[in-house]
C-alpha cells in the first residue's frame, strides 16, 4: 500500500520561507513524477511544481525563482523549499506521485496547511 506524508507545514510571516517534505512508502514505479500541488479556500486544486525522476523541472509562473523542488530518489522523498512566501501562498499543499500511465498509479498525500500572514 502506497502512502504519503506530507510535513513541513505552518504559519509564517510575508517573506518568510518553509520547506515542505514528502515522504513516500510503498511500493511506486522508480521512474515517476513527484509534484506539489495546492488549494486555496474557493479555489481549484493547481500544480505549484513538478519534477522528474531523472531531475527535470517545471514550475508555476506564480512561483518561479522564489520555490525550488527536489526529491531524493534513495530515501522516496520530495521536498519543496519555500522562500519570499507572500499571502497569495496560503493555500493547503499535497504531495503527489504520479507513474507511467502503463503504470497507473496517482498517488496523493493528505495535505498540509500553509498559512502566510503577519
Known amino acids: 500500500q502506497v502512502q504519503l506524508v506530507e510535513s513541513g507545514g505552518g504559519l509564517v510571516q510575508p517573506g518568510g520561507s518553509l520547506r515542505l517534505s514528502c515522504a513516500t512508502s510503498g511500493s511506486i514505479f522508480r521512474l515517476n513524477v513527484m509534484g506539489w500541488y495546492r488549494q486555496a479556500p474557493g479555489k481549484q486544486r493547481e500544480l505549484v511544481a513538478r519534477i522528474t525522476s531523472n531531475g527535470s523541472t517545471n514550475y508555476a509562473d506564480s512561483v518561479k525563482g522564489r520555490f525550488t523542488i527536489s526529491r531524493d530518489n534513495a530515501k522516496n522523498t520530495v521536498y519543496l523549499q519555500m522562500n519570499s512566501l507572500k499571502p497569495e501562498d496560503t493555500a493547503v499543499y499535497y504531495c503527489?506521485?504520479?507513474?507511467?500511465?502503463?503504470?497507473?498509479?496517482?498517488?496523493w498525500g493528505q495535505g498540509t496547511q500553509v498559512t502566510v500572514s503577519s
Open positions: 503527489n506521485v504520479r507513474e507511467p500511465v502503463a503504470f497507473g498509479g496517482d498517488y
